[in-house]
């Protein structure tokens, strides 16, 4: 068991997103803490994980039957490549965990788990997930290889940049490209326009998230977008957002979607606009529950996509 937690930082109103009642409570007691190590208390970062692929899959799939394999594939990938992420997350963060109120209950952070523990713990996931890559074919495969660069950076770029936003972005948005290799066997324009689009989303609804711990984090030498723009983020999120509704709009229109799926993308549109109009930054429950809203906003673009493809 590792050291007592060091004196925390400006506790944001007690507020920690840890979730370890409800079903992780039934678990065995030695399972708890890998249940909460890989957030499996809370999917809503699986989801947001799983959702720029099956964008890809619903606009590329051939048929029903392969769409319906690969969204399979890729919800088991998502659920166990976004555990192994946290692991890696907590790794390299558990020091600085231990300094800030939302996170110091994490289990490394906390000493419920050792590093050694969570090393042997991220191999089981990542077997997982290597078996799902190998249901894909080639390209795919090499995509998937190549997406543990960003996932190793992000850590760091916390540390060196005022825009990790923007590295976990391109992590948790290469599920377009990967989706759309495994579905059509290769990348172009389309794969672009949606891949972009994915990192702006992401640009925007993360920075919301990283306003539950900006002061811990500027206290830490961690660095965000919510530190960057802080007062002004609402111009910022807003322009992420546009860019994300435009940037669809031309994947749309280089995929050739029929017109339901302009008229479908004002769903998203609006939804996202909600979040604009919405946010508080000096509310952390608040920027958690909009945060958690983009699981709707991506399942409406998904659902424009298949609208478009009638």
Not at 31 to 53: C, N, V
Not at 230 to 257: D, H, I, K, N, S
Not at 275 to 300: M, Y
Request: charged share 15%; hydrophobic share 60%; with cysteine.
């Amino acid at each position: 068991m590792a050291s007592a937690p060091a004196t925390l930082l400006h506790p944001v109103q007690g507020f920690t997103d840890i979730r370890a009642e409800g079903w992780v409570a039934r678990l065995p007691a030695a399972w708890r803490p890998y249940a909460l190590l890989a957030r499996f208390d809370r999917p809503i970062g699986a989801w947001l994980l799983f959702l720029p692929g099956l964008w890809a899959i619903c606009l590329a799939a051939p048929g029903r039957a392969e769409g319906v394999r690969l969204t399979l594939l890729f919800a088991l990938g998502a659920l166990v490549m976004r555990g192994a992420g946290c692991v890696v997350n907590d790794l390299w963060d558990r020091e600085l965990d231990r300094r800030v109120a939302r996170t110091a209950g994490r289990p490394l952070a906390s000493g419920a788990v050792a590093p050694a523990q969570a090393l042997a713990f991220l191999a089981a996931l990542s077997a997982v997930g290597l078996a799902v890559l190998l249901q894909l074919n080639a390209v795919a495969i090499a995509l998937g290889v190549l997406s543990l660069v960003p996932v190793v950076l992000y850590p760091l770029a916390k540390r060196v940049t005022d825009f990790p936003q923007l590295v976990l972005g391109l992590t948790f948005g290469w599920g377009a490209p990967l989706g759309y290799a495994a579905a059509t066997g290769g990348v172009d324009g389309v794969t672009a326009a949606l891949y972009a689009a994915a990192i702006a989303w992401i640009l925007g609804y993360d920075t919301i998230y990283a306003h539950q711990d900006r002061e811990d984090d500027a206290l830490v030498g961690i660095r965000s977008t919510a530190l960057r723009f802080g007062e002004r983020t609402r111009p910022f999120l807003a322009a992420c957002y546009a860019a994300t509704v435009a940037l669809l709009a031309l994947a749309g229109w280089l995929a050739g979607l029929g017109w339901p799926f302009f008229a479908a993308l004002a769903l998203p549109a609006a939804l996202l606009a909600r979040q604009v109009a919405a946010l508080d930054i000096h509310d952390p429950a608040r920027c958690l529950r909009l945060f958690k809203a983009n699981r709707e906003v991506g399942l409406a673009v998904a659902l424009a996509i298949l609208l478009g493809r009638l």
